[in-house]
């Protein structure tokens, strides 16, 4: 609509706030259609407003006045809610949007997942969305991207353990200092004497 409006139209709004969320959004918006000829005039606040005429100083005291007000009621209305929202959770209420996962399916979805089955498998099997199963179990380890990807509790079982300086590349031949490899620093650097 403010891409269509042009010189000598006029925008109607209900409030002046629905314009801007700030006294500066709703002055910078006034001013651009002021600037393109066009006109803003409200219905519903208690001091009508019709910029139509830039150079009436009280349509100017008016929206810069009728903007002010609409800032200060959105930020009451923000700090009504955060308090609100701060009291509920000392009060031990659960804050937000209700829980619509039905506990027995997590229930079968954490057995199910013990018992080795994939996320796939259960999203099929339980008909939850892959999204809540993550949200409503976060300790569940990812599954390997890559087909046939090594565990790796089993590899830090058999590979011995380096030192925090010093990692060791598989090439056992090129290592001068012995010890399965050739050493490389921390940040994957060849180690160079």
């Known amino acids: 609509m403010l891409g269509y409006?042009?010189?000598?139209d006029v925008i109607v709004v209900h409030t002046l706030d629905r314009l801007g969320r700030t006294v500066?959004?709703?002055?910078?918006?006034?001013?651009?259609?002021?600037?393109?000829?066009?006109?803003v005039r409200n219905l519903a606040d208690p001091i009508k407003v019709d910029s139509s005429d830039p150079a009436d100083p009280m349509a100017q005291l008016a929206v810069v006045l009728l903007a002010l007000f609409g800032q200060l009621e959105r930020t009451y209305t923000l700090e009504r809610a955060?308090?609100?929202?701060?009291?509920?959770?000392?009060?031990?209420r659960r804050v937000g949007r209700p829980v619509m996962v039905?506990?027995?399916?997590?229930?079968?979805?954490a057995h199910l997942r013990d018992t080795g089955h994939t996320i796939a498998e259960i999203v099929t099997t339980t008909g939850m969305a892959r999204t809540s199963l993550?949200?409503?179990?976060?300790?569940?380890?990812?599954?390997p991207v890559t087909a046939g990807a090594p565990d790796r509790d089993q590899d830090r079982?058999?590979?011995?353990?380096?030192?925090?300086?010093?990692l060791c590349c598989p090439q056992a031949s090129?290592?001068?200092?012995?010890?399965?490899?050739?050493?490389?620093?921390a940040g994957g650097h060849p180690h160079r004497d």
Do not use: F, M, S
């Not at 500066?24 to 006109?39: F, K, M, Q, S």
């Not at 993550?134 to 599954?143: L, M, N, T």
């Open 82 to 92: 955060a308090h609100a929202r701060a009291v509920a959770t000392a009060k031990g």
């Open 102 to 109: 039905d506990p027995a399916k997590l229930a079968w979805a």
């Open 157 to 166: 079982a058999t590979t011995p353990p380096r030192g925090a300086d010093q």
């Open 134 to 143: 993550y949200r409503h179990r976060p300790y569940w380890p990812p599954e």
């Open 174 to 185: 090129l290592c001068e200092e012995g010890g399965g490899g050739a050493a490389v620093t």
């Open 5 to 8: 409006a042009r010189d000598g």
């Open 24 to 39: 500066r959004d709703t002055l910078n918006l006034i001013h651009e259609l002021a600037e393109r000829g066009v006109g």
